[in-house]
């Protein structure tokens, strides 16, 4: 990538990203040279712009993470740095899903008054709001937890979790996240959501742990069969459990 000094107005091609936390010198005078956003992030792939954002609610790192997540999943998620940044993907997950959630409600109401359907008084959209807003930032981040668990079990199978499980995590969360939003949009959003999020997610596990793409989709099939797995045979046993409580008490 290309940068101007302001100083002297020297341009050169920067080569080679900077390290963490070092600055870029112009060759010709030696002053320090400001990397904006969009240009800190091409010099440094492999973080999301929230992981280094400026404050707790950064909406132009929040923004420029879910571009990235869905638009270039490769270049966000080829270099996380290991066991590292469980704290900024859980809070992402929390805020992205919760505006997901909400926007949700919404769209329904649109979805209603269109069709002609009766809509829910204020009152009950209040409630059903109030509720996410109080239970998604206990439930978002346990789902995330439990997915993220069983599709890194499925990589670790195939032999394709060279990053490690916070890589796995992360690139669930921030995908997991920037698709959550598309269910603003009635109807197809959600549809349109899950399928961009299955392409990223098997971009991005494969970028973060360096693994081929037959081995990052074999695992995340695996961890997502498991999941499912693990639904219907709770439901059946609780189905099962509740029709034997009905024998008992005829």
């Known amino acids: ?27 010709r005078c030696r002053s320090a040279i400001h990397l904006g956003r969009e240009e800190a992030e091409a010099a440094s792939p ?9 404050s707790l609610l950064d909406l132009a790192a929040m923004a420029s993470t879910v571009k990235g997540a869905l638009l270039s999943p490769t270049r966000v998620f080829s270099g996380l740095a290991p066991k590292t940044g469980y704290r900024a993907a859980i809070l992402f997950f929390i805020l992205t899903v919760m505006v997901g959630a909400v926007g949700y409600l919404f769209a ?9 359907r009766d809509l829910a008084t204020p009152v009950e959209v209040a409630v059903k709001v109030a509720a996410l807003l109080f239970a998604l930032p206990v439930l978002a981040p346990s789902m995330a937890l439990v997915i993220s668990g069983l599709i890194h079990a499925g990589l670790t199978i195939v032999r394709g979790s060279k990053g490690g499980f916070a890589s796995t995590f992360r690139v669930f969360a921030y995908v997991g996240g920037a698709t959550s939003l598309f269910n603003v949009v009635p109807v197809l959003g959600p549809v349109a959501g899950f399928v961009w999020g ?3 997610q098997v971009l991005g596990l494969k970028a973060a742990h360096s693994t081929s793409y037959a081995r990052a989709i074999l695992g995340m099939v695996l961890g997502l069969v498991i999941f499912f ?22």
């Open 46 to 54: 492999g973080q999301p712009a929230w992981e280094n954002r400026e």
């Open 108 to 116: 329904q109401q649109v979805m209603a008054a269109a069709t002609g």
């Open 229 to 250: 797995g693990i639904i219907v045979g709770a439901a059946t046993a609780l189905g099962l459990g509740m029709v034997g409580l009905m024998e008992l008490l005829e």
């Open 198 to 200: 299955i392409a990223s």
């Open 1 to 27: 990538m290309r940068v101007l000094c302001n100083g002297c107005g020297f341009s050169a091609e920067l080569r080679q990203p900077p390290g963490p936390g070092e600055p870029v010198l112009c060759p």
